[in-house]
Structures are given as structure tokens and as C-alpha cells.
């Protein structure tokens, strides 16, 4: 049975190489080292800014919902994301463990695909791996030449073997796993041993943060490091378990509102604004409380260390975690399709577990996928996640 095991790793393995070899080939999509110097290409086919059309300028396709949170804009339009859907779902179809209860479902896997396709990075540092699939679509959608970095705690291999479940280790491309005994916090890693050691290469660099780490922590953790370009996989818009970007971004507390309102038809805002914000990190193994004007703080500080703050449109509409209300859209990115569109995308998988799938349940597992570009250089003295009261673990600051 072990050997089996082996023997079948092997092939998965062999035939990824064999295709990310042949792919790379037939689609010349490597970035060469050189381009490093100029940072990440942002390509920008029809060059529709995304956040900041409005209903007059998109065929009354409005894209800035009343209380989404927008810094900026990225490069691609709609039109650029809705090209990415066949190529997307040709490689999720072909994933060796087709739909993962946890870890990066189907509208997360497409918002990773299409901003790596946008950026075409030259490393990835992917913080949060559980069993590889994640890092499975980060290969396909990157190529065979980008350096994929991985942080976890755990080797994907161990997951896999406590939880007796397929594990994907990248041997396809270069790939560095800091996990097990390497495991080493992104905070805490020294970049110059893994060999992203100028600002060029961080420039071309995207960090993919799955590691339910507060949002806000580490938007100051990897800005201070050098780094320009991350996306956020748990965007909670109130305390799932750290304090996300989404959060942060919300100066008044509007989301509290959008929060009462799941369930409830008859539900009007009161108008008082909440004294007091829940601060969450590390799983929601700390958690704390804030002022409104400590959180007020934190959102003008978001903003005034960002270009870009972007969240990745969902596939189509649906509850949050399976909870509705007419508030819930006015914090919602458009969707990429309508949930009739839905249906049929799930139907053209070629493997039948997909035709199972029900589009409010995919929907209902959206957590807001954020992209940042983050401005460099950024030179603060003070940063205020160090003004709370946490444990040095969860400071910014704690050499
Ligand atoms: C949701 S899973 C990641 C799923 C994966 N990215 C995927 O797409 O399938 C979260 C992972 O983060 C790991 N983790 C916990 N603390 C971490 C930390 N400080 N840095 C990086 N990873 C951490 C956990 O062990 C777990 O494997």
C-alpha cells in the first residue's frame, strides 16, 4: 500500500514535470532573470482599470459597490479575467485531489490564477500550504520558472500522512519548502539565504498569505521586508480569526452593520457606531479588543502604505457562509458571472465530481480574496499594531 502510494506520488509527480516542461515550451510564458529588474509585467489586454469604473463607463456593469473598500485600481478589466475561465478550469479539472474540503476552493484558486497571470511573477512565496494544492495551482498558473517559496509549519507530506489524503510536493520548478524543523515565520525569515536578495527581486515577487495570520500584520510585516505585491487568502469581513485587511480598511465600522443584517429582513441600522472592534490573529488563538479610534488609525495607515487595494471579484453571488441580506452585496465585488452561468461553468468540468457542486455553496465559501500593491520604499517609525497590548509573538515589531 505504501509503496503504492509511492509508486503513484512518483507519476503525479513525473507527469506534472512533463507537463509544466512541454507547457513552458509551447507557451514560452517564463519570465527570464533579467526581467527581474524590471519587477512584476503587469499585462493589460484591454487596459480597463477594475476598481474604479463606475455604472456610465462598463455597459452598466458597476464595479465599486457603496462600502467596498477600494485603493486604486489593477490593470485588468473583466474582459481580461472572464478570458482566464477555459485555461483556469482546464488546470483545476486536471488538480490529482479534485476538490479539497479545506484549504483553496474553486473561487480562491481562480482569483490566485488570475493574479498570477496579471503579474506573472518570478518568485512566489506561498505562507500556509496544508496538503499543496494550493501550491499545485500556483505552479500551473505560474510556469516552470518561477521560484515558489513555502512556509508552513507542517510538510505538505506529514498533513498527507497524519490525514491519510493526497499531499502535492513541487518538484517541478524551483521550489524552496522552509517547513518542519525550516519552518520559519515570514516575519522572522531572512531572504537573502533564500535568495530573493535585492529589491528588484522582491519588486518581482507575489507572496500568497493562506496562514490566517492577521491581514494587517502582515501587510506591515511584508512591506518592512521590501516586498511589493501580496495576496490575502482569509479575508473575514469581521473576526473569523485575524484581523484582515477587510476589516482594516472598514474605518467606521459599516461591516458591523452588514454583519447584524445577515438573517434579519427587518433589519435598519441603529446609526450608533460601535465603541469597541474585536482584534483577532494566529487563528484566533490571540485575541483582543480595539477602539474605534485605534481602528480609524490602522485604516489610515492601510491606506497610506498602499497603492493598490483590490478585491478579486467572485465567481458569481451568493450568502456569506450560507447567510444573506439585501446589505450583504454594498460590500461585495461584482461577480464574474451570473449564478445561471454558474451551473453551466460547474457542468463543463470533465470530472463528475464537480457537476455535484452547488453554486450557493461555492459562493457561501468566498472570503473576499484581497490583492495589495504596497508602496516602496515606505519608511514609518511608528508602527500601530505595536500601540495594542499582544504578546510579542503578534507584534510587528519585536527584534
Ligand atoms: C488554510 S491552510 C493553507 C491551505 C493552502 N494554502 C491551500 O491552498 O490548500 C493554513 C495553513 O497555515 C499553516 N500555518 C499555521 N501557522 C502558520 C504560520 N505562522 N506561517 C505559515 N503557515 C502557518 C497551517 O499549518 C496550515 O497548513
Known sequence: MEINKKRAFVVLAFGTFVWCFSA?????QSVPESQATHGIR??????????????SNLSGERMAPEHLCEIG????????????????????????????????????????WCLIRMLQPQYIIESGTMLGWGTYMLRKAAGCDAHIVVLSPESPERVGKDRKQKYFIDYVGPSTYLTEDKFTDFSDVDWEKVGIDTPAKKAATLIYF????????????????????????????????NYALKQTCDRTGVLED?????????FRPSGKVKKAFAYYDDFA??????????????????AQRLHTYFEFPPLWHGGFRQQNSAMLPSIQQHSVMSVADGEKFLSEFENPI????????????YTFFAYTQMKQPFKKKRLFVSDLKMPAKYRVIRK
Open 42 to 55: 503587469a499585462k493589460s489586454e484591454s487596459n480597463k482599470p477594475l476598481v474604479t469604473l463606475t455604472s
Open 258 to 266: 452588514v454583519r447584524a443584517s445577515l438573517n434579519d429582513p427587518g
Open 210 to 241: 493562506d496562514d490566517h495570520q492577521s491581514g494587517y500584520r502582515r501587510l506591515l510585516e511584508a512591506q518592512r521586508a521590501g516586498f511589493v505585491h501580496a495576496m490575502y487568502d482569509d479575508g473575514y469581513p469581521w473576526p473569523g480569526d
Open 73 to 112: 485600481s489593477i490593470p485588468w478589466g473583466m474582459d481580461d479575467i472572464r478570458k482566464e475561465l477555459k485555461e483556469f478550469q482546464h488546470a483545476y479539472d486536471r488538480r490529482p485531489v479534485a476538490h479539497s474540503v479545506s484549504g483553496s476552493n474553486l473561487f480562491h484558486a481562480f482569483a490566485q
Open 285 to 302: 488563538n490571540f485575541n483582543s479588543t480595539i477602539s474605534l479610534d485605534q481602528k480609524k488609525c490602522m485604516a489610515d495607515d492601510m
Open 354 to 365: 464537480f457537476h455535484k457542486l452547488k453554486t450557493e455553496d461555492e459562493a457561501s465559501k
Open 24 to 28: 513552458a515550451l509551447r507557451s514560452n
